[in-house]
């Protein structure tokens, strides 16, 4: 589904990708683990398109396509999604509006007819529960005045609305307290298909205790220097990066 | 433009030079480019106005409510019109006043608050995209004790376009236990873009409670590509975002049909800035 080779990327002049190599398949879990500052977020981004950053080596392949050819939006709608870290306020601009306005662009770039208003409440009615989303939070601004666990519900809520082939998932556990991170790692697993495949980014393992993954990678300096499998993350919870670290800048 | 002279069509006309309003009249009044308009409410009355200005003319519109008379004006501009409001308020009464600038347009008000309790809210929206000049001008006169006022005005220029803001509030010296608030709200769209807002507070009274802010900023990159990366085109985030910006003044008109008519115009003007 996801094929990244090589890819370098820099921000300011600034390389902070430097040859990441990724491969995702379908009905697979993939955790992007690592120390602050070696690259994870900015490895969301690039995939997603955000045009701060600069491409400077490497290739992206996402379902049979040049992903980094593509404008953000078109990444979208091709089924890629990305969680945010600090999902945005969009003071008077209603859940219901937005999400009708997206659903409709995805299924115009796929060729199908908008839903009818109808369909679109039964769709977002049938979402929400996914998380357990008020139905009062869907009919307020994006995200605007929502606690951090909120908004953070909500970005799994519009995931759920989207039905994505690739999820990429930004540091979502961070700042939710343990019911909040039970809706929301229960949502993503709830989601969770043989056809489609998720990225999680944690610092965490506590996250990883609901969404199980088939692969961990750690991320450092901008490389992926170790993958393994769910024990992985066992092991870094409790002996940290070093051991990994101290080995790679040897 | 045409959907809203349709809707209007249905609405009792304004045409003469005054319009007397005594009681309660449930379906609204409507103007198109009236050269002077004189609306008086009886006490106790209560109203709807829509002016509308599509054609470029002076315009001349005063407003008079007796004591306790209720009156909601809503404007709209589509044509470069110079428009001069005068709204005179007796003790009780209320005015809610809408105005929305969908074209270069140039447009002043004078608000009297002449008897106690007397209350008036104005929301005001320009939306100015090439050469256009959006001018808004407003004096609030808190001229006796114990009356409201509450203006807010939201602009948003691309191209080259210029907007214009200056409101005054003025309270007189008697006008104790006086309640005033005012807000200028801006965004510019692009570089050459200018917006201009001035707002004033002239206070001779001592126990009052007046509220000011102004505001230029511009549009949020970070909502745009969080739109964007939910499937959204660019010009797509860019018109959600000022509809949610100006959507609240442009829909306060509680006239349906007439409110979404006005919003859907406004939309289509969006995706031109």
Avoid at chain 2, 217 to 243: C, K, P, V
Wanted: charged share 25%; hydrophobic share 40%; aromatic share 6%.
């Amino acid at each position: 589904m996801l094929k990244v080779h090589n890819l370098h990327a820099s921000v300011d002049g600034k390389e902070i990708l430097r040859g990441i190599d990724l491969e995702v398949k379908a009905g697979e879990v993939h955790a992007i683990m690592g120390p602050n500052g070696s690259g994870k977020s900015t490895l969301a981004s690039v995939l997603a398109g955000n045009e701060k950053f600069t491409v400077t080596e490497g290739s992206a392949e996402f379902l049979g396509r040049d992903l980094l050819s593509m404008p953000i939006e078109d990444r979208a709608r091709l089924g890629l999604f990305l969680g945010f870290q600090y999902p945005v306020e969009i003071p008077g601009v209603t859940m219901a509006n937005f999400m009708k306005l997206a659903v409709n662009e995805q299924r115009k770039f796929r060729g199908e007819e908008p839903l009818t208003a109808a369909e679109f409440l039964k769709l977002m009615r049938e979402k929400s529960a996914v998380v357990e989303l008020s139905s009062k939070l869907t009919s307020r601004a994006v995200n605007e005045g929502f606690s951090g666990g909120e908004k953070k519900k909500n970005e799994i809520f519009q995931m759920a609305m989207l039905d994505p082939k690739l999820a990429i998932l930004d540091e979502t556990d961070s700042g939710l307290d343990i019911d909040a991170l039970r809706i929301v790692a229960t949502g993503v697993t709830k989601l969770h298909t043989p056809q489609n495949a998720t990225v999680v980014i944690t610092h965490y393992q506590r996250l990883l205790d609901y969404i199980v993954p088939d692969v961990v990678h750690v991320l450092y300096k901008g490389r992926i220097i170790h993958s393994g499998d769910k024990s992985l993350a066992l092991r870094l919870e409790k002996e940290g990066y070093d051991w990994l670290i101290n080995e790679y800048d040897k | 433009m045409e959907t809203i002279l349709d809707i209007i069509r249905g609405f009792r006309a304004a045409d003469g030079e005054v319009l007397r309003i005594d009681g309660a009249v449930a379906e609204p009044f409507a103007a198109v480019d009236p050269r002077k308009l004189r609306v008086e409410a009886a006490a106790g009355a209560s109203a709807r106005v829509v002016v509308v200005h599509t054609a470029p003319d002076l315009s001349v519109l005063e407003v008079e409510l007796a004591e306790g008379a209720q009156l909601e004006l809503t404007e709209l501009f589509t044509a470069e019109a110079f428009a001069e409001v005068s709204v005179k308020q007796a003790a009780r009464s209320r005015c809610r006043l809408t105005t929305v600038q969908l074209s270069s347009a140039n447009a002043s008000y004078r608000i009297d608050l002449d008897g106690a309790d007397a209350e008036n809210e104005l929301g005001g929206v320009f939306l100015a995209a090439g050469s256009e000049h959006c001018v808004v001008k407003l004096r609030t006169g808190h001229n006796v004790a114990d009356c409201r006022s509450n203006s807010y005005v939201k602009g948003v220029a691309g191209g080259q376009a210029v907007g214009e803001f200056s409101g005054l509030v003025y309270v007189a010296p008697d006008a104790q236990r006086t309640d005033a608030r005012q807000q200028s709200r801006n965004i510019l769209l692009s570089e050459t873009a200018r917006i201009t807002t001035q707002p004033q507070l002239e206070i001779y009274a001592d126990d009052v409670k007046c509220s000011h802010g102004a505001t230029v900023g511009q549009m949020d990159a970070e909502a745009i590509l969080y739109m964007r990366q939910r499937g959204l085109s660019e010009s797509q985030a860019r018109r959600l975002q000022i509809e949610g910006f100006v959507g609240d003044v442009v829909t306060r008109c509680g006239i349906e049909p007439l409110c979404g008519a006005i919003m859907e115009l406004a939309s289509a003007k969006m995706e031109k800035l």
